[in-house]
Nanobody
């Protein structure tokens, strides 16, 4: 089992920045993919960004150029730097880990609220 704990959510004004962090613990298999998903009220959960063990990244079109995902694989951390935040970025953000041998695993989520 893998446990994921997110932190860094909160209330921010439109145009502001926020960094989310997630730490994984437990039986972690490598290589793996760590990512951030979000779910806004009344909407389905969607991918925001993901990063492989080899640091290859993938971003949703809606956040390209505004968000940067990074990871510290040795310490099992993944980060999401979000800039130029918009009201439509308001959502619960979930950390995710998946590998060929186990997963996917999800954190409990952290709420990001962007005020206009």
């Amino acid at each position: 089992q893998v446990q994921l704990v997110e932190s860094g959510g909160g209330l921010v004004q439109a145009g502001g920045s926020l960094t989310l962090s997630c730490v994984a613990s437990g039986s972690i298999f490598r290589p793996n993919v760590m990512g951030w998903y979000r779910q806004a009220p009344g909407k389905q959960r969607e991918l925001v960004a993901e990063i492989t063990s080899g640091a290859n990244t993938n971003y949703a079109d809606s956040v390209k150029g505004r968000c940067t995902i990074s990871r510290d694989s040795a310490k099992n951390w993944v980060y999401l730097q979000m800039n130029s935040l918009k009201s439509e970025d308001t959502a619960v953000y979930y950390c995710n880990m998946n590998s060929a041998r186990s997963g996917p695993y999800w954190g409990k989520g952290t709420l990001v609220t962007v005020s206009s």
